[in-house]
């Protein structure tokens, strides 16, 4: 169902879902862009909280790409390398 005019999301549980995919895929780029575990990675991302793990990882050149689901470094304009998942 697509979402309504203004909407970003088409119900509460496609929107829990986008957030628990940033969550998961912000953890697996913090492992692997500073060399920590997976598991290290879960406890800063539940300690800081996403605004600032938003912050973090944008000052190491990172975005989310919402289609991928993944935190990419952004190459150009229109083009992404995406990550490797752990």
Do not use: H
């Not at 970003?8 to 953890?27: E, G, M, N, Q, V």
């Not at 912050?55 to 229109?78: C, E, K």
């Amino acid at each position: 169902m697509p979402a309504g005019k203004g909407r970003k999301y088409c119900s509460a549980t496609c929107r829990t879902l986008a957030w628990k995919a940033r969550r998961a895929s912000a953890a697996v780029a913090l492992s692997q862009a500073l060399g920590m575990s997976l598991e290290k990675a879960r406890d800063v991302v539940d300690a800081a909280g996403m605004k600032e793990l938003q912050r973090i990882l944008t000052g190491l050149g990172l975005v989310y790409n919402t289609a991928s689901r993944r935190w990419v470094v952004l190459v150009d304009q229109d083009v992404f390398v995406r990550q490797e998942s752990i």
